[in-house]
T-cell receptor, first 115, second 112 residues
Framework: DQQVKQNSPSLSVQEGRISILNCDYTNSMFDYFLWYKKYPAEGPTFLISISSIKDKNEDGRFTVFLNKSAKHLSLHIVPSQPGDSAVYFCAARLSSGGSNYKLTFGKGTLLTVNP | DAGVTQSPTHLIKTRGQQVTLRCSPKSGHDTVSWYQQALGQGPQFIFQYYEEEERQRGNFPDRFSGHQFPNYSSELNVNALLLGDSALYLC???????????FGPGTRLTVT
């Protein structure tokens, strides 16, 4: 059962435009969400995160939006650059209060930014 | 500031053999998690080590075991390798209950 879903396997955008990467989740007990970027032959690199008590977090060109009622989050990259071309993973963590430390990942979305 | 390091980079083993993968966490981190990433999938949680003990385990068989040393480095051991164990094995480190985990470059394991 895929609890974190990234329904778009790939996305292509022009340099300078906005990239919007989407992620849906099914478990309402998730309370912290993260986005990672992965280049080929490298490990995932942490980008940005958001707690479930917020609906928006911004860091430079990257903004994550969280809609708890829809169980949906999105990552906006503005403006997109060719170096942003990578696989983007959405990940979630269950609310701690027990022993929940693992991250649950989606399958990823391949972003291609064309010059 | 050294990030998470893993060794070896690549490994080829035969079905039935045993393998040990190694990880050194980022400076200042005391917690190590291991993930398996199959082709076209996201990373799947294997287990996490803190204070030299396994404190959470994912849905992986007992053939997968680990260890954490006093210097916080960690090993992942897989016994009786199956073809399906072929994957990228990722180590991630963090500080205690910090939510963000920082990944190493991974070890690509091929089982033939």
């Amino acid at each position: 059962d895929q609890q974190v879903k990234q329904n778009s396997p790939s996305l292509s955008v022009q340099e300078g435009r906005i990239s919007i990467l989407n992620c849906d989740y099914t478990n309402s007990m998730f309370d912290y969400f993260l986005w990672y970027k992965k280049y080929p032959a490298e490990g995932p690199t942490f980008l940005i995160s958001i707690s479930s008590i917020k609906d928006k977090n911004e860091d430079g060109r990257f903004t994550v939006f969280l809609n708890k009622s829809a169980k949906h989050l999105s990552l906006h990259i503005v403006p997109s650059q060719p170096g942003d071309s990578a696989v983007y993973f959405c990940a979630a963590r269950l609310s701690s209060g027990g022993s929940n430390y693992k991250l649950t990942f989606g399958k990823g979305t391949l972003l291609t930014v064309n010059p | 500031d050294a990030g998470v390091t893993q060794s070896p980079t690549h490994l080829i083993k035969t079905r039935g053999q045993q393998v040990t993968l190694r990880c050194s966490p980022k400076s200042g981190h005391d917690t190590v998690s291991w993930y398996q990433q199959a082709l076209g999938q996201g990373p799947q949680f294997i287990f996490q080590y803190y204070e030299e003990e396994e404190r959470q385990r994912g849905n992986f068989p007992d053939r997968f075991s680990g260890h954490q040393f006093p210097n916080y480095s960690s090993e992942l051991n897989v016994n009786a390798l199956l073809l399906g164990d072929s994957a990228l094995y990722l180590c991630a480190s963090s500080h205690r209950d910090q939510y963000e985990q920082y990944f190493g470059p991974g070890t690509r394991l091929t089982v033939t």
